[in-house]
Structures are given as C-alpha cells and as structure tokens.
C-alpha cells in the first residue's frame, strides 16, 4: 500500500459513499445505474486506473483496479460494472490492440463518454467457451456477425461490446476471435430484457442479439483471427483475481456489521456477542477472512508483477468466494430474522456475494483445473 493508493482508495471510499450507496436502492428498481454516475467515475479518475497516462487513463497498476472492486464490494455498491468495464475489457484493449485502436477507445472509456462490455457467454456456452455459437463470418472488408450473447455485464449500457465469436467455426477453439463492436446505430444489434436476478439488481446484466450485423475488419482484437481463446486463457486469471478481492471486501464487510450487530443485540438480558457460540462463530470467521487477506494480497503482488499463474488465481477464486459465502451464511443467521430483511446490510451483501461462485468460471471448473495441475 503505497502514499499514492492510499489517496486513491480513500477517494474511492468517498465516491461509493456520496455518489453509489445513496442511489442503490433506485438503482435496483430502474435495473441499471444513471449514465451520469459513469462520467462522474471518470471525471474522479476512478475509472480505468491502470491503464497508461498516454491512452487517457491513471497510470498505476492492477493494485489501483483491487482497491476499486474492494471498497465497492465492501460499500454494497456493485450496481456499476467497472470490474469488467476497467479491470478487465481495458486490458484486453491495453494488451492486444492496435495503436489506433488504443487511441480511439482507451481515452473514452477513461472518462466514462464510452461503457464496455465483453460478451463470452451464449445460453448453451458458459464456462465452456469452445461451445459458443455467434459467428463472424469475413465478408470482403468486413465481419457479418449472427449470434446471441446473455448475462452480460453493461449490456445494456455497453457503447463497446468485445465479442467473443467464431470467424472460422471449423477450427473449434482456434478458430475463436474477439471483435470490437461500437454500438451507436449499429444496424442489426439489438439489446434484449435486462434479466432479472435475485442480487446485484442494479446492474445491467443483458441480453445482446447480432443478426447480420457488419463490423469493419479492421475492428479484430489481435493482429490474425483466431487468437481469442488465447486472448480469454491469457486474461482470465486476472479477472478471477479480481472476483476473489470483491469476495474479500464483502467477507470482511459481514464480519464487522456482524460484531456490532451482536454487540448491542440482546438475548436473555445479555449481549449476543457475550455467548459462547457467537463468540466462537466470530473467532472462526475472523481468522478466515485474517487468512483469506494474506493469501489475496500474495496473489495480488504477483499479478502486479505478471507472476500470476492460472493455477493460484483459479484456487484463490474458488477457495475465497466460497468462504465468503459461508462467512456471510453464518453472519445472517447470527442477526436472526433481521437478517433476513433487506434493510439490513447482511442481507445485501448474502445475495449480492452468492454468483461469485459461478462466473468468472464456476468453483467447480476452478478445481478441474488445479486438479489438472496435480
């Protein structure tokens, strides 16, 4: 933790206090946040902190997207999507694009003018990726794309979509692409329902159908077809990284509104937090999430370092977002039926920290692959 993350984290916490937690609740019901909340993000430089100083962005490293995800998760205040927008579809963008398409986009994203989605998963096609069906066939100049994507995160915000697809669906996974689409009056792209989910209700997670919809070649991500199954490998760890430190931010958010909860809850004349069982329970999560911390922070240091490999990132996925669902299980059923009531943190953070388990590749998908490592 250095002078200048320090700054920024706190001007993190301040922008999720003022500017997030008080439109939660609206935002859950309109299913999306205001578009201006994203161009406040970037007026304050919260959006795209690791991306270069040259291409509009703030010039640290993945530390500076962490701090972003922790004290959003912390704050209950995920209905804006800038892990995937920031931490992740910028690196794609920062890795693998041309110069001019760096130039075009990156400064946009930065200031909030320009929201990004990546679309991988397809209603047969989740973590599997070789199963995807959209194509995009070359058509003289340009990419004539038919296919449809779901559960994508900005979607229906999303002024770029980076498109998973098959330009050669001969190939299996070496015939995947990504494909940058803008989708300002794109003729033939259509935004669907944004679906309706038990947590993280504001959030544009959406529905995106692409029927004959033609894209410059020149908008492939890469140099030649066919990189994008490597492009996803070579990206996803990072990702995964960043759903582990959100699992961390919410974990140790449950853990302290739970201590001060059963503080002053009293049951049969005395405090919740003076029986044994409390006691015990707390001791328990304390040490889990003290241990989680340590373990999050190495992997950290070593993705900020590009020693990350997929097998510890694939363990701290799994291995930290199911202790947080744990954690947060036990942490509602310590303040009882209150718990249970949407008023109460607890209760946000028990839905809001459940899908951490599935995407980014489900937990069980993470252990196949340690397990192929053994």
């Known amino acids: 933790m250095s002078e200048d993350l320090a700054m920024f984290q706190a001007s993190v916490r301040r922008f999720a206090a003022e500017e997030l937690v008080p439109h939660e609740e609206r935002w859950a019901k309109q299913q999306h946040v205001d578009r201006a909340t994203w161009l406040k993000a970037g007026s304050l430089g919260i959006l795209c902190p690791a991306i270069p100083e040259a291409y509009g962005g703030g010039g640290g490293n993945h530390a500076f997207n962490a701090v972003v995800g922790y004290e959003l998760a912390r704050a209950i205040a995920t209905s804006i999507g800038t892990n995937v927008h920031s931490a992740i579809s910028a690196h794609y963008l920062l890795r693998y694009a041309s110069e001019e398409q760096k130039q075009k986009w990156l400064p946009k994203m930065a200031t909030g003018e320009l929201v990004c989605a990546i679309a991988m998963t397809e209603s047969g096609a989740g973590t599997d990726l070789q199963r995807i069906k959209t194509k995009a066939l070359r058509d003289g100049d340009h990419y004539v794309i038919n296919g449809s994507k779901t559960f994508i995160t900005n979607g229906h915000l999303a002024d770029l979509v980076l498109l998973v697809c098959k330009t050669d669906p001969s190939l299996g996974a070496k015939g995947i692409s ?197």
């Open 178 to 374: 990504i494909i940058v689409l803008e989708t300002a009056d794109l003729p033939g792209f259509r935004r669907g329902r944004i679906l309706e989910k038990i947590g993280q209700k504001g959030q544009d997670t959406a529905e995106l159908f692409f029927d004959d919809v033609c894209v410059p070649v020149s908008n492939l991500l890469g140099a030649v077809e066919g990189q994008g199954f490597v492009q996803l490998m070579q990206q996803l760890p990072e990702e995964r990284m960043f759903i582990a430190m959100n699992a961390l931010g919410s974990m140790e958010r449950a853990v302290e509104e739970t201590i001060a909860y059963t503080r002053d809850r009293k049951v049969f004349d005395k405090p919740l937090l003076d029986m044994q069982n409390t006691r015990f329970k707390l001791a328990e999560m304390q040490t889990t999430v003290s241990v989680a911390r340590a373990f999050v922070d190495q992997c950290m240091t070593k993705m900020i370092s590009h020693e990350l490999d997929s097998t510890t990132a694939a363990m701290a996925k799994w291995w930290v977002s199911t202790q947080a669902c744990e954690i947060i299980d036990e942490c509602l059923q310590l303040h009882g039926g209150y718990g249970y009531m949407l008023e109460y943190p607890i209760a946000r953070l028990y839905i809001n920290t459940r899908p951490m388990r599935i995407y980014g590749g489900s937990n069980e998908v993470m252990k196949e692959l340690i397990a192929r490592t053994l």
